[in-house]
């Protein structure tokens, strides 16, 4: 949908600094409410280089992609005025282009601002449901539109929340659509530091395996904490994986009425992801999964843990039952309260 600039400024009360939610390489994002629905309202800054070519083929990417986790693009404006400014100490009539993408809002702010020093400061239900939700939306870019889409720009503050803690991938202004799967070259060097993967880095090199890479950063950090990221390349991995289950060890126990059952059935699922996670990040890009992989490889988890969570059940019906008879009636039943 085209917005007239008009519009936006607007709603945005002409970009007031106190509209603002965040900045980022590529612009400013704003609050606002359009037709009775909040949106954010990303506005480009006036960057060497990006011309109306990278505009549109951005539009065209977002627009095409309908999925429940990646963030939904209303609309945008391409508009062109004439303004004087100074440059260089002189005024001069230039010609400014205002090129800006409206997205739906997302209240459960991002991810980043739920990840601690040690692990992630959500129960472990949410957290796996952010993996889960992160793995399909980049799934979705990757395999869903005839050409592969690639984030390029894969981290917490890209994954944004709805009110159900739904995660959502934004921001897709580096994303770039490649002819074929098939790595290639490039001399861009945008993306954040300790999310881009080591052959991006040494030669510019992009393939599918960019996002992955990405992907077990921001899986490793939610697990094991921000500051704690580092140990996963200063210890052999069987050794981080039981430093990430002891850390999640503690915060069940300190859970009032969190069963044993339960916390076997949790910390497998802890286990599982972090060993994928370690699968992503590994140097040689060739070693790491694709994700369409790492989605399948979730969802045989889930149904082995789900049958764990069944047999628990069935099991802790048994116990009652047995106690009943011993008691006079008398028993409690124990439900298995685990992310299955």
Not at 86 to 96: C, D, K, R, S, Y
Not at 134 to 141: A, I, N, S
Not at 205 to 233: N, P, T
Request: charged share 25%.
């Amino acid at each position: 949908m085209d917005i007239q600039l008009h519009e936006i400024e607007a709603i945005t009360n002409k970009f007031a600094d106190d509209q603002k939610i965040g900045s980022g390489g590529y612009g400013d994002v704003y609050r606002a409410t359009h037709k009775g629905e909040e949106i954010a309202v990303k506005k480009l800054h006036q960057l060497q280089g990006l011309d109306d070519k990278q505009f549109h083929a951005e539009y065209r990417n977002l627009r095409e992609v309908r999925h429940q986790n990646v963030v939904r693009l209303i609309g945008y404006c391409y508009q062109t005025q004439k303004k004087y400014m100074e440059h260089n100490g002189e005024l001069v009539f230039a010609t400014i282009m205002e090129r800006v993408l409206c997205f739906e809002y997302m209240h459960g702010r991002s991810l980043d601002k739920h990840i601690q020093d040690e692990s992630c400061g959500l129960e472990w239900p949410t957290c796996y449901k952010i993996i889960k939700g992160t793995c399909e939306g980049l799934d979705h870019l990757h395999t869903s539109q005839g050409k592969p889409i690639f984030h390029l720009d894969l981290k917490p503050g890209n994954i944004l929340l709805d009110e159900s803690m739904t995660p959502k991938i934004g921001d897709l202004g580096l994303s770039r659509l490649v002819a074929s799967t098939k790595t290639h070259q490039t001399r861009m060097r945008d993306g954040t530091l300790g999310f881009m993967p080591p052959e991006y880095v040494d030669s510019g090199f992009i393939s599918k395996k960019f996002d992955v890479f990405s992907l077990g950063v921001i899986i490793i950090k939610m697990l094991a904490g921000d500051k704690s990221y580092f140990r996963c390349s200063e210890m052999p991995s069987e050794q981080f994986i039981e430093f990430v289950r002891e850390i999640w060890r503690k915060k069940f126990q300190a859970k009032p009425g969190y069963s044993s059952q339960s916390q076997e059935i949790d910390i497998l699922g802890v286990t599982s992801c972090v060993e994928i996670a370690l699968k992503c990040v590994d140097r040689d890009r060739n070693k790491r999964p694709c994700i369409n992989d790492i989605v399948h490889e979730l969802d045989q988890l889930e149904a082995k843990l789900k049958a764990m969570s069944l047999a628990s059940d069935v099991s802790n019906d048994a116990t009652v039952q047995v106690r009943s008879s011993t008691t006079g009636g008398r028993g409690c039943h124990s439900s298995v309260s685990s992310v299955f």
